[in-house]
């Protein structure tokens, strides 16, 4: 018996699955939070420090439909900081937010810091880019920061190994990783949350593009496995390899990891390549890429690509977008939108960000459905091609 094989017959989930596609390996599930059931595969806006950018908590509701929000750990210990958290009761209590929240563990934040942050085996010493204090997070920190942050799932920390890296590189990196993580669960283990109600923690598998590396990561998280666990996070994808490697790393990964707990693909990423991650059994996503595109005016649609600072939507007197589920596509017009773009006016990527984070949305919606009813490889196939089309 592997030990694939015993994790499976020993451990309980609050996530289950309620329908698969015939076709492919992607599902559908409920993941179950004390702040609300999570119905998966989900997209989860990214609220860096607090705040999904230029959009009210209303309209993630009420229009964009977002179950859960992310918070980003490295960003909101430096700003408002751990006491004022700490005061407020959380940080659902202090952005207003009664959905759950799920946070990173600033991993990616801090070694992305390049020439002003040390690795050591203990942790990561690195400098603030705001006033360049400097400031240590270690595996034991981490939770304990994460715990006065409050946010139902919290993710291990890690190192985010660059997708170029080589072998030896990568293989380094993991055994780090793997040291961090030992040490990680052991705190996160022998701590309670703060604020009267559970949260859960999720391993993040590196091993960048190489399969025997990634295989490893699993068997190891998997060895520290318990109920506390609540998922397992892909991590260090999309960071500069191929797309193909992309796809191939999470072919062998998924797979491996429990089919009783959510797969959680990190900072990925473009309709497709949600599309492809759900193909591939994955069951959660965040990525920054529809409000940092909206700000820059291009907007995501089932039809295509628009970019609305072009001259041709200048006197397009017609909704923004016919098929889009948010108030903002039909009541207001393309000639709007890019009047407020070329005036610079913040308005426009209110609007934008709105109609981004509602596609997508819509798009991890319709993608259940289609499972749901068993058509979702073939519909898949069928408005992929459209997606990134310039409109």
Known sequence: ??????????????FKVTARDINSSARCGVLATDHGEIETPIFMPVGTVGS????????????????????NTYH?????????LNTAGGLHKFIGWDRPILTDSGGFQVFSLTGIRKLTPDGCTFS???????????PENNVDIQRTIGADIIMAFDECCPGDADFKYAEKSLKLTQSWLERYAK????????YGYSQTMFPIIQGCVYPELRKRAVEHALSLDSDNRGGYAIGGLAVGEPTEKM??????TAPLLPENKPRYLMGVGTPANIFEGIARGVDMFDCVMPTRNARNGMLFTWKGMM???????????GPIDPDGTSFVDTHYTRAYLRHLFIAGEMFAAMIASEHNLAFYLDLVRQARKHIQAGDFTAWKDSVMPGLMTRL
Request: aromatic share 12%; net charge negative.
């Open 128 to 138: 603030s880019h705001i006033d360049g204090s400097r400031h240590t997070f270690t």
């Open 76 to 84: 909101l210990y430096l700003r408002p900081g751990l006491s004022i």
């Open 1 to 14: 018996m592997t030990i694939f094989d015993s994790y499976f017959k020993c451990t309980m989930s609050r």
């Open 247 to 252: 796809y191939e790393m999470l072919e062998l």
């Open 307 to 317: 970019n609305m600072r072009n001259k041709k939507w200048a006197e397009d007197f």
């Open 187 to 194: 705190r996160f283990d022998e701590t309670e949350p703060l």
């Open 52 to 71: 999904v950018k230029g959009v009210y908590h209303r309209d993630l509701k009420e229009d964009i439909g977002a179950q859960i929000i992310l918070g």
